[in-house]
């Protein structure tokens, strides 16, 4: 525009040249002689083009407006309502009319801020611009994140949905590592699936190595001890990152929302799938999936990824493809020393003859035969407590494992598991019955009104039950009453008729009744006897 401003002046515009423009501009061409007319007037309208210029009297959104949308939510009638209100109560200018508003608010503020007003940041987030990073080289940064699949997958019995942790290369779009819990993750998820990143061996191949970066996102599990000590024996760097900021970690983002629309939504026991009726329900004859199946179909799905596939960054390449024809070297660890790596250090014990004496438990081995009385460090995977890891103090040279003493069979384990689950049942319902109450519905101001009558026989057995269960209530002071004081004492009449009678109190003189020097009575210690039997 300020081009042909320019030409305008200097008297060389043609008919052409604006017609250009406006067919450029997507607009008719008197359009762009009323913005060349505009510009000349003002040159900064040159800047905009076909934006109105403000002038006096425009109603122009201010701190008050950005605030009330943010309270109704980004309800502009409401809004208007609000204002019309306040100005009825004398408390600002009447506000212009529904239309001038929501003119006002498309004009003054983005898209973006009108969504974050409307649904807070992460609304506001989805109109921002976010720029790619250079893609680098294998193994120079990886991705770590844990998902909750929605697909419920039958464990012992009860649906479940299992939680996948992967690692993922960033060069490459490479899943490099994956482990697959049936309940809550923890940092014994983050070490296998580290383990089978870093493996080389079948079949974790031959994706791999150990990477220079991590990059995790301030989940717990990542940043725990073992976790982090593991990484630093690795000598792997971790970047932590800033909170509610998936943009940062894109790659393992993308790979959580296209395993679910790629393989988890064709999964029997689909969490999201749209159901027919009124009410969301699981079909009663639909056949989960065990969780041995539902892993084996997402390690095919994921070896599917990394040697058919071809996401669109690597350009027709596949994973497989781009990892190999990669020349940057890459850093390996054995499996044995993977293995000492990724355990957790509980510190040194004696080897005595009942075992390792480990979490109140005894841990027993074939190799411990003769080893009594030596010092030894324990090693162990997080939550496996059916067996450890032993290395010699002093050394460091690996023992051997030892397995639980006396480990309680399989039928064992179910039944106390369904003796907790049903002890928990009955705990909570019993918690949910004690804090139930109903109150009266209300049609006018009133205080609320509790529901629910009892007789006078049924409140006094509930209060003695409670009075039962509380010891403080149980004491009985006056079982045994108090003695009385000494005759010097000036005691209430109350407290007087509560005492027994006590023995006389003596006196330095040896008289019962014998004041002492200072005109008050006083008492004397008893007499006490030395070590032949005599007094002093």
């Known amino acids: 525009m300020r081009r042909l401003l320019a030409l305008r002046r200097e008297g060389k515009l043609t008919t052409g040249q604006v017609r250009s423009a406006a067919d450029m501009l997507g607009v008719r061409e008197r359009a762009v002689w009323r913005w060349l007319a505009a510009a000349e007037e003002d040159e900064a309208a040159a800047a905009a083009p076909g934006e109105r210029a403000p002038h006096y009297g425009r109603f122009m959104v201010n701190d008050e407006i950005r605030a009330l949308l943010g309270l109704w939510k980004g309800n502009v009638a409401a809004v208007h309502r609000e204002l019309t209100a306040r100005a009825a109560r004398g408390e600002g200018e009447p506000p212009p009319s529904l239309m001038t508003l929501h003119r006002a608010i498309r004009r003054d503020l983005t898209p973006g801020e009108r969504a974050g007003l409307a649904g807070g940041e992460r609304a506001a987030r989805k ?73 080389r061996e079948a079949p974790y191949g031959p994706f791999g190595g150990l990477p220079e970066k991590v990059r995790v996102d301030r989940g717990k599990d990542f940043l725990s001890r073992t976790v982090s000590a593991a990484f630093d024996l690795l000598d792997v760097t971790v970047e932590d990152l800033p909170a509610y900021t998936p943009h940062l970690k894109g790659t393992v983002e993308g790979l959580n929302r296209a395993v679910e629309s790629m393989f988890l939504a064709a999964l029997p026991g689909y969490a999201r799938q749209p159901r027919p009726g009124k009410r969301s329900s699981r079909p009663k004859d639909e056949v989960l999936l065990g969780f041995e199946d539902f892993t084996a179909r997402l390690l095919a799905w994921t070896l599917w990824w990394n040697t058919e596939h071809r996401p669109a960054p690597l350009r027709g390449q596949t994973p497989l493809e781009a990892w190999q024809d990669d020349p940057t070297p890459l850093r390996e660890v054995p499996a044995a020393d993977l293995w000492t790596f990724t355990l957790e250090d509980a510190g040194t014990r004696t080897l005595t003859t009942r075992g390792i004496r480990f979490k109140k438990r005894d841990y027993v081995g074939a190799w411990m035969t003769g080893q009594a009385g030596i010092q030894v460090r324990v090693r162990f995977m997080p939550h496996h407590d059916h067996r450890i890891e032993v290395y010699h103090a002093g050394t460091g040279r690996y023992l051997g494992p030892a397995d639980l003493a006396d480990q309680a069979t399989g039928e064992q384990m179910s039944a106390v598991r369904r003796a907790r689950a049903a002890r928990a049942r009955r705990l909570k319902k019993d918690l949910q019955a004690s804090q139930r109450e109903r109150y009266a519905a209300a049609n006018q101001p009133e205080a609320p009104r509790r529901l629910g009558a009892l007789t006078t026989a049924q409140a006094e057995a509930e209060l003695a039950q409670a009075t039962d269960t509380v010891l403080s209530d149980l004491a009985l002071p006056d079982l045994i009453p108090p003695g009385a004081p000494s005759a010097d004492w000036r005691t209430p009449p109350s407290l007087a ?25 006083t008492r004397t210690a008893p007499p006490t006897t030395d070590e032949d039997g005599g007094a002093s």
Request: charged residues 20%; aromatic residues 8%; proline residues 12%.
């Open 497 to 521: 008729t509560r005492t027994v009678p006590g023995p006389p109190v003596p006196y330095p003189s040896g008289r019962d009744d014998a004041p002492a020097p200072d005109g008050r009575a």
């Open 127 to 199: 109109h921002d611009v976010f720029l790619a990073r250079p893609r680098g080289w294998r193994n120079q940064v990886w991705e770590t994140d844990h998902m909750q699949a929605p697909v419920l997958v039958d464990v012992d019995g009860t649906a479940r949905r299992p939680w996948i942790t992967w690692f993922t290369d960033c060069a490459t779009n490479a899943i490099t590592g994956v482990a697959v819990t049936p309940g809550d993750p923890s940092r014994e998820s983050v070490l296998a699936a580290l383990r089978s990143a870093v493996l």
